[in-house]
């Protein structure tokens, strides 16, 4: 199996510079482009047998490129939403870190602010990778669209990394991570590539 894990394109909080998490923007004009050359360079080097997107704007807009350019329709799945950061979302850096402090040593289990805890994101990426994996052909083709912070969650239950390791796997506006599954194992074949933006942006 072939999976191909894609972070949306730019966003409308990424111009704003604003928590975003569960505050659901639009993609710009910008990721609308990248997202488009996302989905040409998936036609061209991959065939997907189905995609999988965050049901949050700025990742399904972007699973609707991929969608309309291989004509495969959309699975939209709330666990594939970014971290719920509860009262912070859609508020400005400075003015959450007044609001709402960090809280050093939250134990996993525990959240703070109307936030999941870390024990339930990661729980949200253990069940929707098994899920996948589970409910595939061995040859398939599978195309993920998610956000940065769920990609990493991804990684680690991928992986089986423990929750406290601490590994962080960054991903660019439209990066695309292939992982594959077979009998001898899962495998990480190219983490974070944005080739297709710096071919046609």
Same mark, same amino acid.
């Given at each position: 199996m072939v999976i191909l894990v894609i972070r949306h394109g730019e966003?409308? @909080?990424?111009? &704003? #510079?604003?928590?975003?998490?569960? @505050?659901?923007?639009?993609?710009t004009e910008k990721g609308h482009a990248q997202a488009q050359a996302m989905a040409e360079y998936v036609k061209q080097h991959y065939s997907v047998d189905k995609i999988y997107a965050s049901t949050l704007k700025r990742a399904f807009q972007t699973a609707t490129h991929l969608s309309e350019e291989i004509d495969v329709p959309i699975i939209? #799945?709330?666990?594939?939403?970014?971290?719920?950061?509860?009262?912070?979302?859609? &508020? $400005?850096?400075?003015?959450?870190?007044?609001?709402?402090?960090?809280?050093?040593?939250?134990?996993?289990?525990?959240?703070?602010?109307? +936030?999941?805890?870390?024990?339930?994101? =990661?729980? =949200? @990426?253990?069940y929707i990778l098994s899920k996948i994996i589970s409910e595939n052909a061995q040859d398939?083709?599978?195309?993920?669209?998610?956000?940065?912070?769920?990609?990493? +969650?991804?990684?680690?239950?991928?992986?089986?990394?423990?929750?406290? $390791?601490?590994?962080?796997?960054?991903?660019?506006?439209?990066?695309?991570?292939?992982?594959?599954?077979?009998?001898?194992?899962?495998?990480?074949?190219k983490a974070n590539s944005t080739v297709h933006t710096e071919m046609s942006l």
């Open positions: 966003s409308e @909080a990424d111009i &704003l #510079d604003v928590h975003e998490g569960r @505050a659901d923007f639009n993609l939209a #799945d709330e666990h594939l939403m970014e971290f719920n950061n509860g009262l912070l979302a859609g &508020l $400005s850096f400075p003015e959450a870190d007044e609001k709402y402090p960090r809280v050093e040593n939250l134990p996993i289990h525990e959240s703070v602010y109307e +936030q999941e805890s870390q024990l339930e994101f =990661r729980h =949200r @990426a253990e398939a083709t599978i195309a993920i669209v998610s956000h940065g912070g769920m990609i990493n +969650q991804l990684y680690h239950a991928f992986l089986n990394l423990p929750i406290t $390791s601490g590994m962080v796997f960054g991903t660019g506006d439209t990066g695309i991570h292939e992982w594959r599954v077979n009998e001898r194992g899962r495998f990480v074949i």
